[in-house]
C-alpha cells in the first residue's frame, strides 16, 4: 500500500539561468531548497545515483515487473543522502555525497522522494569523464541537468512498507562494527567470483589477506553474504570506487544468518547496500524495532529528543545528552524510537545517526505492526500473568508460557517462537510480558 501525502510549496520547481531549481518542504524558511549546484564526481555520482534507483525498482524475491521507482532524498548541512528500498524490502540502499563531492550552496535542510523515470535513468547513463552533473533537489520535484539537458522528475507517493524497513533497518545497522576493508581492485574480483543472481545461498565472507573468501558456514569475523546477487546494483560504482568497507554483528560458530552493509568510498562519496539475513525476508518484517515500539516511557524521551534534533551530517549522542538533561542510554533509546517514524536514520560508516523528516506521521508504524497491536490488545484484556520472571498469557483459545533468560531473552511456546526462535524479534506473547513489567526490559 502506498502513503500519499500532501505538500504544499511557495512556487514549483525549474530549470533557470544558473541551473535546477528543486523545491523542498521543511527547513528553516518557508519551503525552501536544500540544494542546488554541481557534483564535483558527476560520473561517480551518477553510478551511485542509478545504483539506488536499481534497487527501487527491483525485486530480488520472487522477481515481477520494477516496483517503485522512487529515492528518498535528504539535504543536511554540507551533505546529500539519496535511499531506498527493493521491491521486495530485502535490500535497503543509499548514496551519501559528502562535502567534498557538492560543489554548491545547501541553503536548506529536508526530505523529499523523487521518480527516477526511463528519460533520466537515460541522462544518468549518459554522464562520463569530466562531463558536469548539476542537481537542484527540493519538496516536489528533482531536476538534474547535463550537457544534454535537463530532467525533471516529480514527487510520488512513498510505499507504505518502506516506512517499517526504514524502521528496522536503523536498528539493525546499529549494532553493526567495520568487519574488513579491500581495495576497489579486489573488490572486483571477489564479486566476479560470487555466485550467479539467481542463487540463494546464505554464505559468509572472512577476511583473508588483501581480499576476501567465502566460506559455507560462520566463523568469528566473518560477514553474513545472502544472496549474493543482491550485491550486482554496486558493479556500477566499482570503477570510481578506492575502497570496499563491509559491516555486520559479531557472530560466531552456529550462528544463524544475520544482516549486512557493503559499502564503495569513492572519496567524495559512499554507496553502501544493506543485505536482509535471507533473500525472502524483508526488512519490513524484522521486529528489531518492537522493543523501542513497546516501551511507554521512551515516547516522552523522543519528543524532547525530537525537538533538539538540528539536522547536522551526524547526530552526537553525549552532546544531545547534555542538551536533554537525560543519560545516553535514554537518548540511544528515544533515538530508536524516532527511528520508527522514519526521523533518524544510522551511517555505519560514521557509526552515528543521522537526520531526516519522512512524510508519516509519529504513530503510523506502530499501528500498521500487527505484533504490537496483538500485544497492547492482550495487556489491555488482562491476558498477562507474572511469576517471577517467566509469566502465563492466556488467549481466546491457547495458554502460552513466556520465559526470560538470564541474558535477557526471551522465548515462548508459541507457533511464532518454535519457527523463529527469536531470530525475527519477540512474538506479541513477549512483547505484552515486557509491556506489564515494571519497569519495561529490552527485548533481545
Known sequence: MNAVQTYRYLQPSALRAA????????????????????????????????????????????PVNPASLDPVVTGSRGRLRFESFSGCCGVYARMDVLPAGLDGEISGHGTTNVDVNPPLREALARVGGIEPLHVAVGPDDLTVSTMDGSVVERKVPLPGRWLRGFAEVHVLTAGFEPRAEIT?????????????????SVLWAVPAGRTLRLTS????????????????????????????????????????AVPSTWELDTGALRVSLTLSPEPYRGFSGEGAALAALAGDDVVDDAELVGALLNWDPTIDVAALADAAALPDERVRAALAQLGTAGRVGY??????????????????????????????????????????????????????RVRRHPDGAYSCTCRWWA???GQRGPCRHALAVSMVAAPVEALS
Open 19 to 62: 541551473g535546477l531549481d528543486l523545491q523542498t518542504c521543511g527547513g528553516p524558511a518557508a519551503n525552501p531548497r536544500f540544494f542546488a549546484g554541481f557534483l564535483t564526481a558527476p560520473a561517480a555520482a551518477a553510478a551511485g545515483l542509478l545504483a539506488v534507483a536499481e534497487v527501487a525498482r527491483t525485486r530480488y524475491h520472487q
Open 184 to 200: 576497489a581492485v579486489e573488490a572486483a574480483a571477489f564479486l566476479r567470483r560470487l555466485p550467479a543472481a539467481n542463487d540463494r
Open 217 to 256: 558456514r560462520p566463523v568469528p569475523g566473518a560477514v553474513c553474504l545472502a544472496g549474493a546477487g543482491r550485491l550486482a546494483a554496486l558493479r556500477g560504482v566499482l570503477r570510481h570506487a578506492r575502497t570496499l568497507r563491509v559491516y555486520g554483528p559479531a557472530v560466531r560458530a552456529g550462528s544463524p
Open 347 to 400: 551511517d555505519v560508516a560514521d557509526g552515528a545517526y543521522f537526520h531526516r523528516v519522512m512524510p508519516y506521521d509519529a504513530g503510523r508504524a506502530e499501528r500498521d505492526n500487527p505484533r504490537l497491536v496483538g500485544a497492547r490488545a492482550l495487556v489491555e484484556r488482562g491476558a498477562v500473568e507474572r511469576d517471577g520472571e517467566d509469566a502465563t498469557v492466556r488467549t481466546d483459545a491457547e495458554v502460552y
Open 419 to 421: 519457527r523463529h526462535r
